[in-house]
């Protein structure tokens, strides 16, 4: 089955801790993006990258980084300088490219608490 | 910063009625994406319209872009009861990178 994976589905965080969300897809896809969803507020992006070992900032980078290593990983470090982490993490993946393949495929999230 | 703006937040149907919704964008676009999400999961690709098409057909889902005055509608006809979600607008310009809005809401009442 071709997709993208987010892991874990569920998420506590310590005030202070660093913890780092998977997200693994399978499609070949050139671009991957990560968004976080708070209620009422639609999807934020947060870092994106469209090539390996390759990535840019987002609208709400601080507190957060990134790693592109390898095509089909883009894990997402959500370190202790986010100040208010509790959200809904979205990762999805796109080929990046013009033409009809340009829609995102996301995963099926990740949801972070702060404890 | 939030490209697409959704109208309305929220809207509520009985099954068999036709759902519009709505999304005003502010800069130029290249394409145009409808996604739906259900709730605590992850959204799913409806349809794309490109900025030179002003319309696009996708089983009971129309959507309409138009260019000059930045908007566009999807249109859902004889709503069922799982078409519950929420349903997002998608803008993409130059770097191809979607920039959502806030949503509608949709509620669709057996």
């Known amino acids: 089955d071709g997709g993208i994976t987010q892991s874990p589905k569920y998420l506590f965080r310590k005030e202070g801790q660093n913890v780092t969300l998977s997200c693994e897809q399978n499609?070949?896809?050139?671009?991957m993006y990560w968004y976080r969803q708070d209620p009422g507020q639609g999807l934020r992006l947060i870092y994106y990258?469209?090539?390996?070992?390759?990535?840019q900032k987002g609208d709400i980078a601080e507190g957060y980084s990134v790693s592109r290593e390898k095509k089909e990983s883009f894990p997402l470090t959500v370190t202790s300088a986010q100040k208010n982490p509790t959200a809904f993490y979205l990762c999805?993946?796109?080929?990046?490219?013009?033409?009809?393949?340009?829609?995102?495929?996301f995963g099926q999230g990740t949801r972070l608490t702060v404890v | 910063s939030q490209q697409g703006e959704e109208d309305p937040q929220a809207l509520s149907i009985q099954e068999g009625e036709n759902a519009t919704m709505n999304c005003s964008y502010k800069?130029?676009?290249?394409?145009l994406q409808w996604y739906r999400q259900n709730s605590g999961r992850g959204l799913v690709h409806l349809i794309l319209?490109?900025?030179?098409?002003r319309e696009k057909h996708s089983g009971r889902l129309r959507v309409t872009l138009d260019t000059s005055k930045k908007s566009s509608s999807l249109l859902i006809t004889a709503s069922r009861a799982a078409d519950t979600a929420s349903y997002f607008c998608?803008?993409?310009?130059?770097?191809?990178?979607?920039?959502f809005g806030r949503g509608t809401s949709l509620i669709v009442h057996p």
């Open positions: 319209i490109r900025s030179n098409e």
């Open positions: 998608a803008t993409a310009g130059g770097s191809y990178i979607p920039t």
């Open positions: 999805a993946s796109s080929i990046d490219r013009e033409g009809p393949g340009t829609e995102a495929f």
């Open positions: 990258s469209q090539i390996v070992n390759d990535f």
């Open positions: 800069t130029s676009i290249n394409n």
């Open positions: 499609l070949n896809h050139d671009a």
